[in-house]
């Protein structure tokens, strides 16, 4: 019986140091999960367990090369920028950064920064967060980042919203630039300053008076700026995308500039 006990307590001994021989270490853990990630990018809570798993490894990771230069890419793109669709290269390199080290904070800062710049306010506090999951020094100042970014998707939202109101209320309105039925040569221009709409011509031989305007239809006299030329009035109304009426007493109709 003793002997069956020793016998046991070896197996079981040598199954133990087998199992640990062929047990990753951290590091390799942390590997396996970068290469599936790079397989997954959308991942997020994978990408939140490799920055945990990260924070435990003393010493930290060594950034790889690779991620470097394109930390490096993105911030010359970054500060190189003119425009918004500029920024859309310093996104693509500090996402090439934090494909190769997707542990990364600062990597994961600037992207949030260059997302900001680009106006990819969900995609820009998603960064930041990540930001925040490697505990900076700094982790007070991303919040409150995180806090203007929120503000920033706000008005955003409502200045599309106004602008989507606009253009509901331009279709069924006599706003827009009007051109000759005929021939697409541009008459005038309606705008609105104020409570009030306007009629600009578009044409430097001609000039208009006597306006009298609503949301849906239009009396103005045009003067044409060239000797013994008589005035002619338009009386028009807005049929879809036409204005539909006469023009000196005879049938006439403008179609609104696309």
Do not use: C
Request: charged share 25%.
């Amino acid at each position: 019986m003793k002997t069956a006990f020793m016998l046991l307590t070896v197996v079981l001994t040598a199954l133990v140091l087998i199992a640990n021989a062929f047990a990753q270490s951290p590091r390799e853990d942390l590997q396996q999960m970068v290469e599936q990630l790079q397989n997954t990018p959308n991942d997020n809570a994978l990408r939140e367990q490799i920055v945990k798993l990260a924070q435990e490894l003393k010493p930290a990771p060594v950034i790889p090369t690779e991620a470097k230069r394109a930390f490096v890419m993105g911030g010359t793109y970054q500060q190189e920028a003119k425009s918004v669709e500029d920024y859309g290269l310093a996104v693509k390199a500090f996402q090439d950064a934090v494909a190769v080290a997707p542990w990364w904070g600062d990597a994961y800062y600037n992207l949030s920064v260059a997302l900001e710049s680009a106006k990819r306010y969900d995609e820009a506090k998603s960064a930041i967060m990540l930001y925040l999951l490697t505990e900076p020094k700094d982790a007070e100042q991303a919040e409150e980042r995180l806090y203007a970014i929120e503000a920033k998707k706000n008005l955003a939202a409502r200045a599309a919203s106004a602008a989507q109101a606009a253009e509901e209320r331009k279709k069924s309105s006599i706003e827009g630039d009007w051109l000759d039925g005929r021939d697409g040569i541009p008459i005038f221009r309606i705008e609105r300053v104020g409570d009030a709409l306007v009629v600009r011509s578009s044409n430097v031989s001609m000039s208009f008076s006597e306006a009298r305007i609503t949301e849906t239809s239009l009396s103005v006299m045009n003067t044409f700026l060239i000797p013994g030329s008589r005035p002619v009035r338009y009386e028009l109304e807005l049929r879809g995308d036409n204005l539909v009426g006469t023009a000196g007493g005879k049938p006439y109709h403008l179609t609104r500039k696309r």
